[in-house]
């Protein structure tokens, strides 16, 4: 497929499964010639392919967008205060957390001088641009959208609003150099009776590990030999390394620990 018609860092190439590394989701109007040009910038020079797509949008989300949001490694959503008023931005969230939520989408939010507590309930700004859409027609999807905003408002990721604006656009290119050097590791793509297991271990894993904790945490997969337990654990730790600063799987210990 072409390179839908955006901006991004090189050509249309592809980064293993992905064609982009970082999708930047924003509102034009309030950062596309400041904060996120910037942060375009900074992540063009550490070699990060980026997609980022011009202000000219049309009524519905493009196929190119949508393809762009599934084949990007993880999305940047710059919240800002009318973020919420775009239509456009509004769907594209949507499909961005359901990314999250079916391919395991990495998704760092942003809070550029907006309270994170006025993402999560439409309070202040993103509650009048609600009223505004609820005005205009809108009310058959505003359900939907405030799922997406509480979502996103209630991750983990940066707000902007006292540093200097190039000490978090560092920091944000730190944590995502750090997030893309974690290695994958190989798993046969045919797996047999594994979807169960894995689903029971993704839905109660964040009961057990907090990525944001101090904590230290043991989980133990028990069973016979040559069940999948090794394959299972390699699954889950490529859909959650990347919520770590610093991950690692070490295999074979009980042998190697012999020799």
């Not at 955006?6 to 050509?11: R, Y």
């Amino acid at each position: 497929m072409d390179c839908p018609r955006a901006s991004s860092s090189s050509s249309c190439t592809s980064i293993g499964p992905w064609d982009y590394e970082v999708f930047l989701s924003f509102k034009g109007k309030d950062t596309s010639h400041n904060f996120t040009d910037n942060l375009y910038a900074a992540l063009y020079r550490k070699g990060i392919h980026t997609f980022r797509i011009d202000d000219l949008r049309g009524e519905d989300i493009a196929p190119g967008l949508l393809y762009a949001i599934e084949k990007s490694r993880l999305v940047l959503v710059i919240l800002s205060h009318n973020y919420a008023r775009s239509n456009w931005c509004l769907d594209e969230l949507v499909r961005i957390m359901e990314c999250r939520e079916e391919m395991g989408k990495i998704v760092f939010p942003i809070f550029y001088h907006v309270d994170p507590s006025h993402v999560r309930n439409q309070k202040g700004s993103y509650g009048e641009a609600f009223a505004y859409h609820e005005r205009n027609g809108f009310g058959h999807q505003t359900q939907r959208w405030r799922a997406a905003l509480r979502e996103v408002g209630s991750l983990s990721g940066w707000h902007v609003h006292d540093w200097f604006e190039a000490d978090y656009i560092e920091d944000i290119t730190h944590v995502i150099l750090m997030r893309f050097s974690k290695k994958i590791l190989h798993v046969d793509k045919k797996l047999i009776g594994m979807d169960y297991r894995l689903e029971q271990l993704e839905e109660n894993f964040p009961l057990i590990i907090n990525p944001l904790s101090n904590d230290v945490r043991m989980v133990g997969i028990y069973g016979f030999g040559g069940i999948g337990k090794t394959t299972i654990a390699k699954v889950l730790y490529n859909r959650i390394a990347a919520q770590f600063m610093i991950a690692s799987f070490i295999t074979n210990v009980r042998e190697d620990s012999k020799s």
